[in-house]
């Protein structure tokens, strides 16, 4: 019994001197990298580009509402682009495609790998019912209280015109870049792109272009990324979840709802919907996450240092913590969301079959092949049938290398932008249209030069968008640094 104790003593204190050590090996913050003097830009100039841009209704309703209305609009959007931006277009060859916007400025080097730089035109409608909400009118791109305020501010015209304005700016400066830089401006991402990107990467395809890197949408500066972080951090997303959706269509007697028989279309289509969202996909801390802890630890007061700096004992308190918050957990598992369901006409009619349709975003953990064989088997009845929506599907992303020549490059032109910054990696639990280019390029990255604090997440597609004029200024000095330290 005493031997037992004493075993149980020293175990203890084994495990406490182990974690203490491994916390104290934290490294305290690094010191900010010294950046070079900031590029000034004047944020009210590129402020009211962007209010004209807002002003464009650009809008992806899908099944292609609206379609005359939207490509006029893009229309539009593009000779104002030409107007507005007559350096840019001097320097560089423009495609159209569809109505998409391909351009190529030549580099110095022919044989270095060209890069791409990416934003959509088009975004999200208002939803109905919501337009009252919005403080201003979301697309009269008013500018105010330090603001610019509209549909699209963030998503994705920010960065369109942050991104055209550095070019400008470098064009009428007589630059040329040292390798050759492509950017790609999709008309359709909100509905998946495959009208614009997806043509667009297509064309490219054909022509055997191959990018060393591509920089799209998707993370962002945050503010205040995790409790006890006091200073901003760049996430910058190096993978996205996949993207499936499925149609159970289980089947039934139909018939007199008076004589009903045991073989419900709808009854045996609620078990099946319940049986596959009682079956989640395994989760868990992955490689990206462990990553982004060990940037964020050394910010951290000393208890969360000491529970990230010791994932092998307090992995399943982090792993619960973050499966209870559903931005968080939808970052370790694939997820599963029931989105629709219907069957039958008439109230006392048995429907032959019913139909539930359940959207799945894939960590990189699965492919669409194993969700498959997950759900069936989950499902486990030969009376339904599993239909996948191939026109929307794709495969959850490589992950791209932060530590590759690539990263690194990048990583240092965030920190040299926004005073040191630590660079944490992330995965988009969205779709971005940067997954048409992931067979043409080595590494694919994705990030907004704009800070964003706790409530701005929910701006983007909801009520109140905007963008703060203060961070317009340094997202154009992003940019141009991007393009002026290409090797
Ligand atoms: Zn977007």
Not at 22 to 27: I, K, L, N
């Amino acid at each position: 019994m005493k031997r037992a104790l004493f075993g149980v003593v020293v175990a203890v204190v084994l495990i406490v001197a182990i974690v203490f050590v491994r916390t104290t090996m934290v490294a305290a913050p690094p010191p900010l990298a010294s950046s070079p003097p900031p590029i000034s830009v004047n944020s009210m100039d590129v402020a009211r580009h962007l209010a004209a841009a807002i002003r464009f209704k650009t809008i992806s309703y899908g099944n292609s509402a609206h379609g005359d209305e939207k490509n006029s609009q893009l229309d539009a959007l593009r000779a104002w682009m030409e107007q507005t931006y007559p350096a840019f277009h001097r320097a560089v060859t423009r495609e159209i495609i569809g109505k998409s916007l391909l351009f190529t400025w030549k580099g110095k080097n022919p044989n270095a790998k060209p890069i791409l730089l990416m934003a959509h035109m088009d975004v999200v409608p208002v939803v109905p019912g919501t337009g009252r909400d919005w403080s201003h009118d979301p697309f009269s791109g008013d500018i105010s209280d330090g603001f610019v305020w509209g549909r699209g501010a963030i998503d994705d015209k920010g960065c369109l015109i942050t991104l055209l304005d550095a070019a400008e700016r470098l064009a009428q400066s007589g630059f040329t870049p040292a390798r050759t830089i492509i950017f790609a401006f999709g008309q359709d991402e909100e509905v998946g792109g495959s009208e614009g990107n997806g043509n667009v990467a297509k064309v490219l395809a054909a022509r055997h272009i191959h990018f060393s890197w591509v920089l799209d949408e998707g993370g962002a500066i945050l503010n205040e990324p995790f409790p006890g972080v006091q200073q901003p951090v760049a996430f910058m997303a190096v993978a996205e979840k996949g993207y499936l959706t499925l149609q159970l269509v289980a089947h039934g007697t139909g018939g007199h709802s008076s004589r009903p028989t045991h073989d419900l279309a709808i009854a045996r289509l609620s078990d099946a919907v319940l049986q596959v969202v009682n079956h989640p996909f395994a989760s868990g801390i992955d490689d990206i996450q462990k990553e982004q802890f060990s940037v964020l630890a050394p910010y951290m007061p000393f208890f969360q240092r000491m529970m990230l700096a010791n994932l092998w004992l307090t992995g399943p308190i982090i792993s619960h913590m973050l499966e209870g918050n559903p931005e968080t957990a939808a970052i370790m598992h694939t997820t599963i969301a029931p989105t629709m369901i219907s069957g039958g006409v008439k109230d006392n009619v048995l429907p032959p079959q019913a139909t539930a349709t359940i959207n799945f975003r894939l960590h990189q953990r699965e492919s669409i092949e194993s969700v498959l064989e997950h759900v069936r088997k989950s499902i486990n009845d030969p009376s339904v049938d599993v239909r996948a929506l191939t026109e929307t599907q794709s495969e959850a992303s490589k992950v791209s290398d932060l530590h590759d020549d690539n990263g690194k490059f990048i990583v240092q032109t965030i920190a040299d932008s926004f005073n040191g910054i630590p660079v944490a990696p992330t995965v988009t639990t969205g779709a971005t249209d940067s997954r048409h280019y992931l067979a043409l390029a080595d590494d694919v990255y994705r990030f907004d030069p704009f800070h964003m604090g706790p409530d701005d997440m929910s701006r983007v597609h909801g009520t109140n968008e905007r963008l703060a004029i203060g961070d317009i200024g340094p997202a154009v000095a992003f940019y141009m640094r991007l393009m002026q330290n290409l090797k």
